[in-house]
């Protein structure tokens, strides 16, 4: 069983819909969680850390940690175009900064 | 503040021979990470250094070596390259204040061994 599952996708959503993303970890001690946002042939950008059980709300980006289910989502409110990405769930591995990667979810948001 | 910045962008390199990559962290940070993001197995890790200090390692072999200086500068080192060794390297900075800490990565460098 892989540390960290994400459905690879492609998650097609129409343009100003809610784009959900799922992503599920094996590690029951993993404290914090990290969203990155990859476009094509770009590095990985950060969107949101979360480290606590419930949701995180940062503009149109919530987190949603539930520990005990042990999974992590985000959701994407009126999604955009230039939303279109991949979107990869980190969580961090032992302490000093060993971040494990799921493979990503390739989100397109169709106008 | 000027982000984390990765030399050279691109390399072509061939087989046995042996690359250094470069990254300088965002002012500040005195945490480097490395990354290597392949098609296949997509993105792991590769070590971390703070304060000249390897302290953490991923399961890479020894082929695989960095340092770090007293200005946090870090370079990695990819000897004997192979053709698998064809990917985008990634390094990553971070202030290091514990399990809340974040990490930014630079553009990457891309690695084509031929």
């Known amino acids: 069983q892989k540390e960290v599952e994400q459905n690879s996708g492609p998650l097609s959503v129409p343009e100003g819909a809610i784009a959900s993303l799922n992503c599920t970890y094996s590690?029951?001690?993993?404290?914090?969680f990290f969203w990155y946002r990859q476009y094509s042939g770009k590095s990985p950008e950060l969107i949101m850390f979360?480290?606590?059980?419930g949701d995180k709300e940062d503009g149109r980006f919530t987190a949603q940690l539930n520990k005990a289910s042990q999974y992590v989502s985000l959701l994407i409110r009126d999604s955009q175009p230039s939303d279109s990405a991949t979107y990869l769930c980190?969580?961090?591995?032992?302490?000093?900064?060993?971040?494990?990667f799921g493979a990503g979810t390739r989100l397109a948001v169709h106008p | 503040k000027a982000g984390v910045t990765q030399t050279p962008r691109y390399l072509i390199k061939t087989r046995g021979q042996q690359v250094t990559l470069s990254c300088s962290p965002i002012?500040?940070?005195?945490?480097v990470s490395w990354y290597q993001q392949t098609p296949g197995q997509g993105l792991q890790f590769l070590f971390e250094?703070?304060?000249?200090?390897?302290?953490n390692k991923g399961n890479f072999p020894g082929r695989f070596s960095g340092r770090q200086f007293s200005n946090s500068r870090s370079e990695m080192n990819v000897s004997t390259l192979e053709l698998g060794d064809s990917a985008l390297y990634l390094c990553?900075?971070?202030?290091?204040?514990?399990?809340?800490?974040?990490?930014?990565f630079g553009p990457g460098t891309r690695l084509t061994v031929l």
């Open positions: 979360i480290y606590s059980n």
């Open positions: 980190a969580l961090l591995s032992g302490g000093y900064n060993k971040l494990i």
């Open positions: 002012s500040g940070h005195r945490s």
């Open positions: 590690d029951r001690g993993s404290q914090s």
């Open positions: 250094y703070f304060s000249e200090t390897q302290r």
């Open positions: 990553a900075s971070s202030l290091s204040t514990g399990p809340t800490d974040t990490q930014y």
